[in-house]
Nanobody, 122 residues
Framework: QVQLVESGGGLVQAGGSLRLSCAAS????????MGWYRQAPGKQREVVAS???????YYADSVKGRFTISRDNAKNTVYLQMSSLKPEDTAVYYC????????????????WGQGTQVTVSS
């Protein structure tokens, strides 16, 4: 099995910064893309940012210029540096990994972390 464990959430004032981390462990052969999603109360889960194994990145328009995603392939860890936070960034943030558990897997499996709360006060 594969586990994704997030850390780094919390309460911050508008304009502040937070850094989220997500470490993957367990039966990992290789990791394809990793990403961050968020879900605010009463809203659907949405993608925030993603990064491929080669380092190509994607950002939602709402976070471009404020958030930076990065990964350490040696540590199977992905990070999300969040700056200039706004109250509308308040949500539970989930880590996602598209992971091959063995060399026999044809497609990667989707794994999710348990979520970490980010609250931005105005």
């Amino acid at each position: 099995q594969v586990q994704l464990v997030e850390s780094g959430g919390g309460l911050v004032q508008a304009g502040g910064s937070l850094r989220l981390s997500c470490a993957a462990s367990g039966s990992i052969f290789s990791i394809n893309a990793m990403g961050w999603y968020r879900q605010a109360p009463g809203k659907q889960r949405e993608v925030v940012a993603s990064i491929t194994s080669g380092g190509s990145t994607y950002y939602a328009d709402s976070v471009k210029g404020r958030f930076t995603i990065s990964r350490d392939n040696a540590k199977n860890t992905v990070y999300l540096q969040m700056s200039s936070l706004k109250p509308e960034d308040t949500a539970v943030y989930y880590c996602n990994g598209k992971i091959y558990s063995s060399g026999y897997d044809v497609m990667p499996n989707d794994y999710w972390g348990q979520g970490t709360q980010v609250t931005v006060s105005s």
